[in-house]
C-alpha cells in the first residue's frame, strides 16, 4: 500500500523565510479570504455528536471527552503499523470558489487536508503538539467541483493525535440529499429466532435502518445485522432503509425468510434454555479447590465440560481423559458412577462435553496423521463416557500461524486446517445434535483486531488471532464460542481505547467485537463477521483464586445490562443490544463451589 511520506522540514522552513521576505516588503499576496456571507459547512466538527458524519479507517476514530479545545468531545485518532488513522468527510461544495480550512489538534503527528477540490489538493501538519495549536489551509475548487473530502490522519505506528472544533469556511453548495437506496438486500444464516441479512453499501450513507414486516426493527452502522426475538417455523419479510443527516432513503425490496422450526443455528444445542450456565468439572486433577463428584454438580449447570482431555504428546493429536485418581482425589466416584452420574443430568436436559486442551494439554495437530489420531481417540472418549460434544480449550502454543498466513477466510497452515477438518469430521459423524464449544483467550481472538500472526513483514506472535480461522470455518457447526475475558492483558476495543479485565467495561468491549464482527489487523477488506448472540456467551473466573480478571457481581451484572438492554454501559457505547445473548461461562464449577457457589446463583438469581 502506498504510503503518504512525511513533508520534508527544508522546504518548510524556505517558504516560511520567504514570506517573512516578502511581507517585510510589502509585497504580501492576496490570501484566498472567506466572503462575509460564507459560513462553516463542516459537519460535526466539534465531534458533539460522536463520529456522525466522519469515516474512520480501521475503526482507528473514538470521541473523547479529555482533552477537549471546546465543547464536550475531540477526535482520538489512534494509527496502527499500517493504518495512518485518517477520519474524513465529503461535503458538497460550489464550483470555482474559495474555502479555508481549520482545525485544532495536539498530540503526535497530525494532518489537515482536503482532495477532490479540483485544483490543487492541499494538507498542512504538525509534529507532536504538546498543547493546542491550530492548523490552517485554503483551497480554490475546480470550475465543476462540486464534492470535497476534508480529512486529518496522522501517521503510521505513531501515538495517537487529536483534533477538534474543525471548520471549513465558504459558500455552500447544493444541500445534501438522502442516500438511494439499498440494493442487494438478502438473508443469511436462519435460526428458529433470527435471520441474519446483509446488503450493498450505499454512497453517502452514515447508516442503515432495518424494518420488520414494515416496522423499524433495528438501527445499525454498517451493511449486515441479525434481526433477533422471532418466532419458529415462522415466515418474515424485511426491507433497509440507508441514512445520513438529511434522512432516510425508500424502503428496498423486501426479502423473505422463514425460521427454523427448532434453535441452536447450524450448531448443536438447539435444547439449550434461551439463557445458559458453562462451567468447567476439573473431572481428571484435583487442585486447591477439591473435587466435585458430577452428581454434586447442582442444576443450575446447563453445560458441564469435562476438563481435560489431553494429549499423549503435543504432537501426537492421541487424546486421552481418565478420572482423578484416589490417591489426589480421595472422594472422586467409580466409572461407572460418573457414566450414571452423566446420563443423569442429560435426562434433565443438561449437556455434557469432553474439553480438550487446557492451559497444561498443548494440541498441536501439525500432520494429517495427528488430525486422524485425534478424531479416533476423541470419538472413543464421546463413546465411551457418552457425551454431547467437544470443547475446545486450546491454549498456550496450540495454535499458531505460519508465516504468509494472513487471511483468516483461507487459511495455510497446517495446525489450523488439521483442526477445522477434524472437527468437521466428527461434526459429520454425530450428526446434528453435535454440541461444539470453544473458549479461546483473548489474545487469540479479539487481539486480531491488531495484529494477525506474524503479520505482513513478520515479526509478531504468530499467535495473535490464530483462532480466527478455526472460528470462522466451524461458524455454522458452532453451538457457543465463550472466550476468556481473564488471565488477559489491555486488549483494544473497536472504540481504538485498550480495555483491562476485572470489571464491566472489558466483557462489554470484548463480546462487543463480537457480535459486531471487526477488521483482521485493521485491513477493512478482511472482516471477521459477526457471531449470531445466542452462540456468544461470557467467560469468567468463579471467584479470585480461579484466575486473574475477577469481576464482581455487580459488574457481572452490568455487563449483561448494557450487552442485553443497553443500560449501566459506561463509558463505552456498544454497536447493538442483544437480549438473545446466551449467557455465562466459568472456570469452574469446582471454584465456584468453594467459593459458596456466588456465580452460579448470581446467574440464577439475573437470569430468573
Known amino acids: 500500500m502506498e504510503r503518504t511520506r512525511r513533508p520534508a522540514l527544508y522546504p518548510r522552513l524556505v517558504a516560511a523565510l520567504a514570506a517573512a521576505v516578502l511581507t517585510a516588503g510589502g509585497l504580501v499576496a492576496a490570501a484566498q479570504t472567506a466572503r462575509a456571507a460564507d459560513a462553516d459547512i463542516a459537519r460535526n466538527g466539534g465531534f458533539e455528536s460522536g463520529l456522525t458524519g466522519w469515516s474512520c479507517t480501521a475503526g482507528s ?6 482533552p477537549v479545545h ?52 492541499v494538507s498542512t501538519w504538525t509534529q507532536s503538539a504538546s498543547d493546542w495549536q491550530k492548523l490552517t489551509t485554503s483551497f480554490r475548487t475546480g470550475p465543476s467541483t462540486t464534492s470535497v473530502t476534508v480529512y486529518t490522519h496522522g501517521w503510521y505506528g505513531t501515538p495517537a493525535y487529536y483534533a477538534d472544533d ?34 450493498a453499501p450505499v454512497t453517502g450513507a452514515t447508516g442503515y435502518t432495518v424494518y420488520r414486516g414494515g416496522a423499524r426493527a433495528l438501527d445499525v452502522s454498517g451493511t449486515s445485522a441479525t434481526v433477533t426475538g422471532l418466532s419458529p417455523a415462522t415466515a418474515y419479510s424485511f426491507q433497509v432503509a440507508a441514512t445520513n443527516a438529511t434522512g432516510a432513503s425508500t424502503l428496498s425490496p423486501a426479502v423473505t425468510a422463514t425460521t427454523s422450526a427448532s434453535g441452536g443455528g447450524g450448531g448443536g444445542g438447539a435444547d439449550l434454555p434461551a439463557h445458559a ?31 481435560f482431555g489431553e494429549p499423549t504428546s503435543v504432537t501426537s493429536g492421541d487424546i486421552r481423559f481418565s478420572l482423578c485418581p484416589v490417591a489426589e482425589c480421595p472422594n472422586v466416584e467409580s466409572a461407572a458412577e460418573f457414566k450414571a452420574a452423566i446420563k443423569a443430568k442429560q435426562a434433565a ?53 505460519n508465516t504468509g498466513d494472513t487471511d483468516f477466510r483461507n487459511p495455510t497452515t497446517p495446525v489450523v486446517v488439521n483442526l477445522i477438518s477434524a472437527i468437521k469430521t466428527l ?22 483486531y491488531q495484529f494477525y500472526g506474524s503479520g505482513p513483514w513478520g515479526g509478531q506472535d504468530p499467535r495473535a488471532g490464530s483462532y480466527l480461522p478455526v472460528i470462522h470455518a466451524l461458524r455454522d457447526d458452532l453451538t457457543l464460542l465463550h472466550v476468556q475475558d481473564y488471565n488477559s492483558g489491555p486488549i483494544m476495543g473497536l472504540d481504538n481505547q485498550y480495555h483491562s479485565m476485572g470489571g464491566a467495561d472489558f466483557h462489554i468491549a470484548m463480546t462487543d467485537m463480537l457480535l459486531t464482527g471487526f477488521p483482521v489487523a485493521g485491513d477493512t477488506t478482511k472482516v471477521f463477521p459477526a457471531l449470531r448472540p445466542d452462540q ?54 469446582n471454584w465456584d463451589r468453594f467459593n459458596q457457589w456466588e456465580f452460579s446463583r448470581n446467574f440464577d438469581a439475573y437470569f430468573g
Open 349 to 401: 436436559g443438561k449437556k455434557v462435553l469432553i474439553s480438550i486442551g487446557g492451559a497444561n494439554g498443548q494440541v498441536q495437530l501439525s500432520t494429517t496423521g495427528a488430525r486422524d489420531a485425534f478424531v479416533s481417540s476423541v470419538s472413543k472418549i464421546i463413546d465411551e463416557y457418552g457425551l454431547d460434544g467437544l470443547d475446545i480449550d486450546f491454549e498456550g502454543h496450540s495454535l499458531s500461524l
Open 61 to 66: 476514530g473514538a470521541v473523547v471527552t479529555t
Open 277 to 307: 450456565l458453562v462451567g468447567y468439572l476439573h473431572s481428571s486433577f484435583a487442585n486447591g479447590s477439591g473435587y466435585t463428584r458430577m452428581a454434586d454438580v447442582p442444576a443450575s449447570w446447563d453445560v458441564i465440560n469435562l476438563a
Open 427 to 448: 461434526k459429520a459423524k454425530y450428526g446434528a445434535d453435535f454440541v461444539l464449544t470453544m473458549a479461546p483467550e483473548t489474545f487469540f481472538v479479539q487481539l486480531g
Open 536 to 589: 456468544v456467551a461470557i467467560g469468567l473466573p468463579a471467584s479470585t483464586q480461579a484466575g486473574n480478571g475477577h469481576t464482581s457481581p455487580a459488574e457481572v451484572n452490568k455487563a449483561l445490562n448494557c450487552l442485553t438492554k443497553k443500560t449501566d454501559c459506561g463509558s463505552y457505547q456498544t454497536h447493538g443490544t442483544w437480549p438473545a445473548l446466551r449467557g455465562l461461562m466459568t472456570w469452574s464449577i
Open 166 to 199: 474543525l471548520t471549513l469556511v465558504g459558500p455552500g453548495g447544493a444541500p445534501e440529499q438522502p442516500p438511494a437506496v439499498p440494493t442487494g438486500l438478502r438473508a443469511g444464516t436462519v435460526t428458529s429466532t433470527s435471520v441474519a441479512l446483509s446488503w
Open 70 to 121: 471546546g465543547g464536550s468531545g475531540a477526535l482520538k485518532g489512534t494509527p496502527a503499523g499500517s493504518d495512518n488513522a485518517k477520519c474524513s468527510q465529503t461535503l458538497t461544495v460550489k464550483p470555482d470558489s474559495a474555502y479555508t480550512l481549520s482545525s485544532w489538534v495536539r498530540g503526535g503527528y497530525v494532518y489537515l487536508g482536503a482532495s477532490g477540490t479540483g485544483t490543487t489538493d
